[in-house]
Nanobody
Framework: VQLQASGGGLVQPGGSLRLSCAAS????????LAWYRQAPGKQRELVAR???????NYADSVKGRFTISRDNAKNTVYLQMISLKPEDTAAYFC???????????????WGQGTQVTVSS
């Protein structure tokens, strides 16, 4: 299973970006999907998470500005980010809990990260 993240870039404060992360490979089902971020010198932190029944939760720092969604037909998770701030600058990683077979447990997979830089 591979996770391919895209959509990062350089944006001015107050701007918007939409991240995408597509899962591919031998996938039976995908449970929860999430976005994490890691700024230089800091620990990786959970940004947003969406369950297989579309229950969502967000870090307090992004509530009201970020929206996570998923397209199960495309095995893809999105992160719509608006009103971006310089403190949102980080490498953003997607994470998926995937079952590759009905008979096997759920495993964790990570994408390669996409850089988001918020600067004027």
């Amino acid at each position: 299973v591979q996770l391919q993240a895209s959509g990062g870039g350089l944006v001015q404060p107050g701007g918007s970006l939409r991240l995408s992360c597509a899962a591919s490979g031998s996938i039976f089902s995908i449970d929860a999907l999430a976005w994490y971020r890691q700024a230089p010198g800091k620990q990786r932190e959970l940004v947003a998470r969406i369950s297989n029944i579309n229950t969502t939760n967000y870090a307090d720092s992004v509530k009201g500005r970020f929206t996570i969604s998923r397209d199960n037909a495309k095995n893809t998770v999105y992160l719509q980010m608006i009103s971006l701030k310089p403190e949102d600058t980080a490498a953003y990683f997607c994470h998926a809990k995937v079952r590759v077979s009905f008979y096997l447990p759920i495993y964790d997979y990570w994408g390669q990260g996409t850089q988001v830089t918020v600067s004027s």
